[in-house]
């Protein structure tokens, strides 16, 4: 049997393509390496998911070209989704910064996907392998259940991160097979870690957290900040580490600085009020506005004097350091703490209205395989679910045909 599509990874890429592949009669077969699908979506979000963020542009997007993802997001956007969570009748709430989580579970995300799949018609086969993918009239999918034939392919198999869920890098070695450039990978959206002296001194202020600026001179995000005991994470560390090496020079793949303002906002009258009728100890006083366990291996100086009794010179120094702590990291936690991998398959490949290979009709490559990465709080979710709806569009449209389509 010749199939029409064949989807490779049962993600959240990979069913929204399938879906939208099948709706008008095409034969599509959707592959998993795992006994489910949606191992990721399912821990995503807290095990909530946060599906899609509503200020998703291709400004979130990071990789070689953030532009290419501007036709695709803007022709399935965060409100198409949210419709279709809402014909489901499953509850969500906007968290913060236009993150959209489930009030249940991300089970139901899942389900909802899967029901779109049965209802368009789509075949699915669980702890199925891709070994390989081979081109001559039509593709051949090696696989542990034995060949497969298709006249169009997407490769929908995710990146290298969270490898204990069965993240491999099959969808790299299916691009470089036929010839394409796959951009040098790294973890995304992961924590940091620091050397022994950093350790030493803040090792015990692991689990504490507050909001502070993340930033780089290209960069800043405003966030909660997460001391661990190798380092640093939360939301504005996550952010800030997939720029880290992005515009890094160093061929070792060093990571760059970066700056943590600890007070945002705040300035000097703010944070000690009238200086000549403060009697405290400066320390005391600023740990009124931040944790004092972080305040007290601060090294404060002359933290230990009254407030009343400083010019405010020495206070406006005080302010000026906590708004300008320059950190540098050793490495990150790795894939196995990451929520996505940074570059992935040249966008130079792939038609940005289609997602389909250029040089390869009939192949198409979506999701965080491809080099596009969004920033954390459901960007990366939203990038899935237009690039899916790209792909699965145009081979319907291929299958209209009675043939590849051809790119745009």
């Known amino acids: 049997m010749t199939y029409d599509a064949v ?103 899942i389900d909802m996907l899967l029901s779109e799949c049965r209802h368009a018609g789509v075949e699915i086969r669980y702890s199925c392998k891709v070994q390989s993918v081979t081109r001559s009239d039509a593709f051949t999918v090696s696989t542990s259940l034995g060949p497969i034939v298709s006249r169009n392919v997407v ?17 790299y070695r299916i691009a470089k097979h036929f010839g394409l450039h796959v951009v040098d990978r790294a973890p995304g959206l992961v924590p940091l870690v620091f050397d022994s002296a950093f350790q030493s001194q803040w090792a015990s202020c692991a689990g504490l957290s507050f909001p502070i600026v993340a930033s780089t001179p290209q960069v800043a995000f405003q966030e909660s900040m997460l001391f661990t005991h190798r380092g640093l994470s939360g939301p504005a560390i996550l952010q800030i580490s997939t720029f880290l090496t992005q515009n890094c020079n160093d061929e070792k793949g060093a990571l760059a600085a970066f700056r943590v303002d600890t007070l945002p906002g705040a300035d000097v009258v703010d944070v000690f009020g009238t200086p000549n ?3 405290r100890l400066a320390k005391n006083v600023v740990a009124d506005h931040l944790p004092r366990r972080f305040v007290e291996r601060w090294p404060l100086d002359e ?3 009254r407030v009343d009794q400083l010019s405010k010179a020495a206070l406006t120094a005080i302010v000026d350091s906590l708004h300008q702590w320059h950190l540098q990291p050793v490495s990150t936690e790795g894939y196995a703490k990451a929520e996505v991998t940074r570059g992935g398959v040249d966008v130079r490949h792939l038609s940005q209205k289609t997602m389909e290979c250029t040089e390869v009709p009939g192949l198409y490559f979506i999701g965080e395989v491809v080099d596009v990465t969004g920033w954390l709080g459901g960007y990366n979710f939203q990038w899935a679910w237009s690039s899916g709806v790209a792909a699965g569009e145009a081979i319907t449209r291929a299958v209209a045909e009675g043939g590849a389509l051809t790119s745009l």
């Open 7 to 109: 989807v490779i990874g049962a993600g959240a890429a990979g069913m929204m393509c399938a879906a939208h592949a099948a709706k008008h009669g095409a034969r599509v077969l959707l592959l998993e390496h795992n006994a489910v699908a949606g191992r990721k979506i399912r821990i995503s979000g807290g095990g909530r998911c946060n599906f899609t963020n509503i200020h998703t542009t291709h400004d979130a997007m990071v990789g070689r070209n953030p532009h290419f993802t501007r036709s695709a997001l803007a022709r399935y956007t965060p409100q198409h989704f949210v419709n279709l969570v809402n014909s489901y009748g499953i509850a969500w709430h906007e968290k913060t910064l236009g993150q959209l989580f489930c009030d249940g579970s991300a089970q139901q995300i």
């Open 155 to 171: 490769v929908a198999t995710g990146g290298l991160s969270i490898p204990s869920l069965g993240a491999t890098d099959v969808g």
């Open 277 to 279: 009728r403060e009697p």
């Open 303 to 305: 933290g230990d004097k």
